[in-house]
């Protein structure tokens, strides 16, 4: 697409657009921009806590609300900010003009509640760019094919902001946060935790899976996928350099570890003493499932007497119902009991260099040991070890991971 | 429509689904309704104070809010109760959905914020009706041929229920709300208001347009266009039969004034001695309209000596700016002076049987002479005698119009 290259696609989150005074800085944001010649598309969230009272009011009339009428319940909440930010913007006396995810184009399919994009149909916000209008769309939401009103599930604006920069060909995403960038780690856990100038995609779908909120993980994937830089910055201090989200970074010669992810929402269950026969896994696994219940990490020790250990994770919610759920199938395949831990930690340490270079692991272990933090499991991926630790000891776990990897230090100083 | 003998169309307002409780009890009138063997399609208003809030929260952002943004924004109260009216429905065991607006196939033409409707394509209801789901539309809203979101001005959840029954032929289509029916003159004002049977679309159009807020007045005439008879009911109270309004009703023999309507919202501008030319209206209020102030009543005294006076009436707010616009075109064609009372009350009588009969205005007149109240103004209508005094002796006027009038007595026993 030509207008690309003059064209930046901006997404502000919920804290951004809390009230009106943050509403009219974002506008002030969104003209500086405009006065060096840029075509503007923005994404907003719903106003502070906006959803979640969505969420709530429903609650109070349906046991367990969901499906097609909490969408159309909560896609208000985008409309509402996109609504008042277009109002800020013509106040100011620029063109201005708020679209539905639907008016958008943004076409789902029908999983209510955490739809999937399919395609955007560009031509209204092409033409109203054309027409030198600020474009302000609802994030979260789209349409499907029956005209009915779908979500993308939490953190779907960020998505919403990487899919329209790629459908209208702009050259970066910018999403624009209540935090200032991605970190080594979670400052409020280590205060020494450092400012990344830049992360792979690949580096950063593992810290945001694995705990990081900084960015909605499917909003990294589309980023990699249509190979869209993605800026993450502060939307209330507009001269701090944010992070960007990218192509595989240049290699740093002494660091691969980019960061130290934390998720303190596990619970672990294990099912002691398995007998080690095929479909045993699937005898666990199939009913979880059908509950609808995620389980994450699966951990199977190497059999001894025929007999294994199978732990797997799920979120603290989950625990009780998973338990009950794999007691009666331990019992009936000969297991010898099943044990749940529901105060549990995944630290993982995550960079792309990791696989192509040995000792990483080794020094992982070596500093949780001294530490006196006992590793309960282990999982590892290309760019990524992660170890399961108790609950209470996660935070002490991020923080003698950071500096073990020497991420406390600027990335100069680690050269000498 | 052959579905439409066995389909009620309900509108339920603002306090009626004001909240979880309330939304519940609307449910199981629904419910009630539902195990007729009725099926039902709803139009729900916003909840409670929903409206108000939002266009508070536009003018946090914006001197004037208005156009577009405000339908997109206000568009969005309606779509919450009619989600979450769905999952009441749901919750009960009954399906429902919730529609917008466009889904419902509303179609409007573009003058945002008080938009028409031109068309209502009824495919998708009659086909979610099919499947025997209650079908819950958000009122007050619709969409234009280009997609974007209209709002019907306040009150236009009942011209999105009445369209709606014509459309789908239903027999009634039933307002639910806050009062239990029309009645003789507001209850508040008289305590001897008598709530009416039954009431013509006309007299009801009267009333409506001369203050009684029971109904908006663009519902009734689209219930007397198409032939749709309104029910009028409290939402609250399931036994108290309500007021319908029809074609022209059954002449009562000895009283054909059907109620007395009040609006307190009256300012009058008065031009005086204007000199007597042809082009002297249109040179005072085509500025007037130019400035989208919109003039009620106009009233122009016989000239005496080719000078005439001329008053008109403007709601309370933009009485100031009529006079200012009104002062410099009066000075340049040569009248006196303006005068502008913005303390000002207009008082009807109102009933189908009045132009036939005369003797209604003499005892209008005598009956507000004789409790001292002066009139300052005074218009009349096929079925209205409208009168303009003192706000201050507004709801006097009406007592006293109420009891001349017998609408204190029950209708049998007028008749003696």
Not at 230 to 257: C, H, K, Y
Request: charged share 25%; proline share 4%.
């Amino acid at each position: 697409m030509n207008a690309g290259a003059r064209l930046c696609v901006q997404k502000y989150g919920g804290t951004s657009v809390a009230d009106p005074d943050r509403l009219r800085a974002v506008g002030a944001r969104i003209v500086r921009r405009l006065e060096s010649g840029t075509g503007v598309v923005v994404v907003v969230s719903a106003m502070g806590k906006t959803t979640d009272d969505l969420i709530k009011l429903a609650h109070q009339v349906t046991a367990r609300p969901g499906g097609r009428e909490l969408d159309m319940l909560l896609s208000t909440g985008e409309m509402v900010s996109s609504a008042l930010l277009a109002m800020v913007l013509r106040e100011r006396g620029h063109p201005a003009i708020g679209l539905t995810g639907a008016q958008a184009g943004v076409r789902t399919d029908s999983t209510f509640n955490r739809a999937r994009i399919t395609e955007i149909d560009t031509r209204r916000i092409e033409a109203e760019l054309a027409q030198d209008q600020v474009v302000i769309i609802a994030g979260f939401q789209g349409i499907t094919s029956e005209a009915d009103v779908t979500t993308l599930g939490r953190g779907g604006s960020d998505t919403t902001a990487v899919a329209l920069a790629a459908a209208l060909g702009a050259k970066t995403a910018e999403i624009y946060t209540d935090v200032d960038g991605v970190y080594t780690t979670d400052p409020r856990v280590d205060p020494k935790a450092r400012k990344l100038h830049d992360i792979a995609y690949e580096e950063m779908l593992e810290m945001a899976a694995q705990g990081a909120r900084v960015l909605h993980p499917r909003a990294v994937e589309l980023g990699l996928l249509y190979d869209v830089p993605i800026l993450v910055a502060s939307s209330f201090r507009d001269t701090v350099p944010g992070t960007i989200i990218r192509r595989q970074v240049a290699m740093e010669p002494t660091n691969r570890v980019r960061g130290i992810a934390l998720d303190r929402d596990v619970a672990a269950v294990t099912v002691r003493a398995v007998p080690d026969r095929p479909g045993i896994a699937a005898q666990l696994f199939g009913p979880l499932a059908d509950a609808a219940i995620s389980v994450d990490t699966i951990v199977q020790n190497a059999s001894v007497e025929r007999l294994t250990d199978l732990t797997f994770s799920v979120a603290q919610d989950d625990w009780r119902r998973a338990q009950e759920i794999v007691e009666p199938v331990a019992r009936a395949i000969g297991a010898a009991e099943v044990i749940a831990d529901h105060h549990m930690a995944k630290v993982s340490i995550v960079g792309t260099g990791m696989q192509t270079a040995p000792g990483y692991a080794a020094t992982m272990f070596r500093a949780l040991a001294e530490a006196s933090i006992n590793i309960q499991l282990i999982t590892t991926s290309d760019i990524r070890i992660t170890a399961l630790v108790a609950d209470a000891s996660g935070e002490a776990a991020v923080r003698v991971l950071h500096a073990a990897f020497q991420l406390d230090e600027p990335v100069e100083a680690s050269r000498d």
